[in-house]
């Protein structure tokens, strides 16, 4: 738990400060001198005996009690400080804006657990080091500007990158987004972004808590943890928003397996989010833009009513809408359309997008909003757009616009795009409380990722039966490495994955003996592969359709004489479109199942799904619909298509076996050829590392 003299002191001392506010420490205290902060504030500066108004004393020895500490030193004083503070003064609250800690050297590495060791030691809570601070209603504890006017309905922002935070906050607050505190963790030596998360949880009070929180972040310590309460908070009413950054330095990973050339971090930030229910977002303009979204009442549907005086915005908006999965249905047929429409100018169109021209008024745009919000049964939300050319005001349609969002219980979206010509107006209509999208294409991004993230999936999941003692003996008999043939059959055939009955050869006579035994014919045809080189492919190492004796013995002989070949895999021939199943194991993240397309496209194409264990067949089959080669699975142009029913089961299997062997290090099943009847995998390699 996060100590309450962090959240909520009563008397706090700036460590470092100074009269100029250029200075962190004169900065920090201005700020904390300007909050709402009403208790005692205490100064500590050899050079001064009075700062910016406030008593100064020379060193923290001579400080009475204290609550909490705002550190602006160097960071070779802060190890002594906290001491003196933590033990002698009854500090529990610490914020250390002061950088040269573990970002920087050893040296700074070891001040930096020194301090932590001793914060732990009483209980107490660090924001920092290396950060720009925390506020909250209760004060701000910080040294960077703008300070938001603070609201406990406003968002909750956590951050590991201090001027990051600077420039969220600036955008957000130029529209008209709220905040209710901001924390900006920095090194995050005790406090990071998933402990904040899980003080947020813990905490929570549907009534007082905010129910929006924002997250910036350059690394994931804890994604078990970060998933646990982020799925907590937003099955209790909460909505998440979030920025990964950095994905592309991990993204490239040298590997012998399809699943591992595709298991990218940045994948596993994706997975993680969907688990969870996060929103995720790739910049400061989007991050904001979600959260503004999310301060509106709850989109129900996905029918949009464009209502505009600027045709340009309004076919904008639909294409991003239309493109993101949303519907801007037809209005033009519709029995109340008539009588709309004779409510306005000539030249109006109420065929959605709703448009009422550049000359359209505030009474008329009343008349819109209430035939969309009483008539239209066929829509679930609007967004308004209405700027100015700069010849007249637009408050008293800006007013208008307040007064609807107050009485109409279907989302409204103010885009108002003008933020020249009518800047006062628009800095009116935000003191209202209102939010203001200024560019409708960025909005209709948002309301599409907003409405198309899914609900966090259940902690607990029903997973398919599967044989987990037949699994566990099958691992422990076996070394690290990739399982030989025999081994990773028992691993399949005790999870219930479908596969191609084989043989695996090294003689030709039991080559023969076995194209005897199945018949080898036209009518059963045979696979023959190589064992032993990794991309079977690559090396010429697979031969399909193998009709006759003759033809086993050249082909076995000729496969036998590929380099690193030790034996041919040899079955009878299945036919059905390329599927594929991968998973991998990454430390922190545990396993991640990818699915998709399979055969020799899938790196090429990468039209995949992933999904962090566990996974069921309900999930699958959803996720399964978001591929772009969907249709493919559907069957095409005669194509029989896949069995999605067994397909999803097959997924839901793998996750189950990866759960009862977290020993399996990186597993492919590509192809699993699928039909109508079956779903079976026709290649395996699984790789264990204990």
Known sequence: MINPKLLNPQSIVVCGASSDIHKPGG??????????????????????????????????????????????????????????????????????????????????????????????SVGGSLIGPNCTGFLNVNYAGCFDTPIPKLDPKGVDFITGSGATAVFIKEYGMSNGLKFNSVWAVGNSAQLGIEDVLEHLDETFDPEKSSHVIMLYMEKIGDPQRLLKHSRSLINKGCHIAAIKSGGSAAGSRAASSHTGALATNDAAVDALFQKAGIVRCHNRQELTTVCGVFMHPEIKGKRCAVITHAGGPAVMLTDVLSNGGMEVPSLKDHPASPALLAKLFGGSSVGNPIDFLATGTAEQLGYIIDTVENEYDEIDFSVVIFGSPGLFSNKEVYDLLDEKMKTCKKPIFPVLPSIINVKDEINDFIAKGRINFPEECVLGNAICKVYNTPKPQPEHVELPQIDVARIRATVERCKDGYMEIADYNELLDAAGISRKKSIEVSKKEDA??????????????????????????????????????????????????????????????????????????????????????????????????????????????????????????QGVRGQEPVNIDLYADQIARISALVLAAPEIAEMDLNPLLGNPRYVTAVDARIRLEK
Do not use: W
């Open 27 to 120: 900065k920090s205290l201005k700020n904390l001198l300007e909050s709402p902060f009403k208790g005692q504030i205490y100064a500590v500066n050899p050079k001064e005996t009075e700062v910016q108004g406030v008593k100064c004393y020379a060193k923290v020895d001579d400080l009475p009690q204290v609550d909490c500490a705002i550190l602006c030193i160097a960071a070779k004083f802060c190890a002594q400080t906290v001491d003196v503070l933590a033990k002698e003064k009854g500090c529990r609250g610490f914020i250390i804006v002061s950088a040269g800690f573990s970002e920087e050297s050893h040296e700074g590495a070891e001040i930096e657990k020194h301090i932590v060791d001793t914060i732990n």
């Open 512 to 633: 023969l003996a076995f194209a005897k035994e199945v018949g080898c014919s036209k009518d059963v045809p045979l696979v023959m592969k190589v064992v032993g080189p990794l991309h079977k492919s690559d090396v010429g190492g697979v031969t399909l359709g193998v009709k006759d004796l003759d033809t086993v013995s050249k082909e076995f002989d000729r496969l036998m004489a590929i380099k690193d070949t030790y034996a041919v895999e040899m079955y009878p021939m299945l036919d059905g479109t390329d599927v594929y199943i991968g998973a991998i194991k990454d430390a922190k993240f545990g396993h991640q199942i990818f699915f998709g397309l399979g055969g020799i496209f899938i790196e090429v194409l990468k039209d995949v799904q992933s999904a962090l264990a566990p996974i069921t067949a309900d999930e699958a089959k959803v996720m399964l619909t978001k591929l772009r080669g969907y249709k493919i699975l």
